[in-house]
């Protein structure tokens, strides 16, 4: 059948004609000089769907998948060689689709405000306080079209109820996801002069979304979303967005050492000891961090849906009033204590939220020592060193597994990388310019 004669349009979807994308800002100066200035602003952002859209309108044919499970009864599975594929394996419920779309998809859409307060300081120091906040309705997210209600009967007796009963499996694109961000940011800066740049920032952020799913990974999600535990609920995957820190200190900066001709101290020797103790400078960054929020999950199926069978391991239960941090070390960062896995058909999924622990921090002080011999206006030699993560502090990445009853369940097995987190890393340079 083509899209024509199902009276759908040829992409599979019904374009959005009413996105509407407005933008306003302003700048005061309230005291009536250029101390002082408090700027805001709104703007709603869309994002229509691309990639997905292809995929769903040009891959119909290819998007019926069989998934054939072997089991062994009374000794002896049900598909075996020679004949591992007999006339009858393609029964109703076995079969899944992937891919597919609302033919009314809505276009995206984020909703993002400011509020600043900059004022200057004086000496080139400068104080800039900030709330930044935004909302994203519409967004993508992935479901199962042919999940059936939470239940207690179990999956084999509530599957015969299911919407599309030749299928098992209906990899569903649609608009149930939202998100909400709020952040405080203090930055002070000071411009470069008497030898010394610096800035330094503090932010405080909240980031709730379900678009990650019911098992958000430490990356984005992409226009497609997330899996959503229950379509029928979206909202229970609700949940702090595991890559943005509660908290982050940075501070970076410059400073030429005040030795030498022209500087506070032996600014009166002669050339020889003024290449020998001047031109130092040293800069650095400053790293402090919490760490990313992490969702802890188990076996089973207790909302009686098939989910561990059709998507995975579905979020454990949480245990009142035992600390999840109790008896922490890198063999265990969560304590299963803290967590259960909840019986096979309860009629609801984990009560866990996303997000609900939090990895490792971080701690990074990297520090860059260069001295700058000058020849000519032209021409200079460099010769230094840095050294990223100075004091060598362990900073952990996340575990990779955070399963309930499984072997190695939340230890760490490995070093963060990025931002000069890793090991003490020491490079020695030398540089002429001319």
């Known amino acids: 059948m083509t899209a024509a004669q199902a009276g759908i349009p040829q992409s599979l979807r019904y374009s959005q004609k009413t996105d509407f994308a407005p933008r306003l800002g302003f700048a005061w100066r309230p ?35 069989g998934v054939f499970r072997n ?16 006339s009858n394996i393609a029964q ?9 779309n609302d033919i009314h998809y809505k276009d995206p859409y984020v909703q993002q405000w400011d509020l600043t307060v900059e004022r200057e300081l004086g000496k080139g120091i400068a104080l800039r306080v ?36 030749i299928f098992d499996y209906i990899y569903y694109q649609t608009n149930k996801g939202y998100s909400n961000y709020n952040a405080l940011t203090v930055v002070a800066e000071k411009r470069f002069s008497h030898g010394l740049q610096f800035q330094t920032s503090y932010i405080f952020a909240r980031n709730l979304s379900n678009v990650g799913g019911y098992d958000p990974t430490n990356a984005f999600a992409g226009e497609g979303g997330g899996t959503i535990s229950d379509p029928y609920n979206p909202g229970l995957d609700y949940g702090n967005v595991n890559y943005t820190r509660r908290n982050r200190f940075l501070t970076t900066f410059l400073y030429e050492l005040p030795i030498g001709k022209g500087k506070a101290f032996l600014n009166g020797g002669n050339g020889v000891l003024d290449r020998i103790v001047g031109g130092w400078q040293l800069s650095g ?5 919490t760490g990313p929020f992490m969702t802890v999950i188990s076996p089973g199926d207790p909302s009686g849906t098939g989910f561990d069978q059709l998507v995975g391991n579905s979020r454990a239960d949480t245990v009142q009033g035992v600390n999840p941090y109790a008896g922490q070390s890198i063999h265990q960062w969560i304590n299963p204590a803290a967590f259960t896995v909840p019986p096979d058909n309860v009629g609801r999924f984990g009560n866990a939220s996303v997000g609900d622990v939090t990895g ?31 004091f060598n502090h362990p900073n952990y990445a996340a575990p990779n597994n955070l399963t309930l009853r499984t072997s190695g369940f939340a230890s760490i097995t490995a070093l963060q990388t990025a931002e000069g987190a890793g090991p003490r890393v020491l490079q020695l340079t030398a540089r002429f310019n001319f």
């Not at 089991?71 to 007999?86: E, L, M």
């Open 360 to 390: 490792p921090g971080t701690q990074s002080v990297s520090l860059s020592l260069i001295k700058t011999i000058r020849f000519s206006e032209t021409t200079r030699f460099q010769i230094g060193g840095d050294a990223a993560n100075l």
């Open 31 to 65: 005291f009536g000089n250029d101390q002082t200035v408090i700027r805001g602003g709104y703007g709603r952002y869309i994002e229509a769907l691309l990639g997905s859209a292809v995929l769903d309108a040009w891959a119909v044919e290819s998007s019926d998948v």
């Open 285 to 289: 960054v400053l790293l402090f961090q």
């Open 92 to 100: 109703p419920g076995t079969q899944s689709f992937d891919l597919a």
């Open 71 to 86: 089991v062994i009864a009374n000794g002896k599975p049900t598909y075996t060689f020679p004949n591992p594929y007999p």
């Open 130 to 165: 900030s709330y930044d906040g935004n909302h994203g309705s519409n967004l993508g997210i992935i479901e199962n079209l042919n999940q059936v209600h939470a239940n207690t009967v179990g999956f084999s007796s509530a599957n015969a109820s299911a919407p599309y009963p």
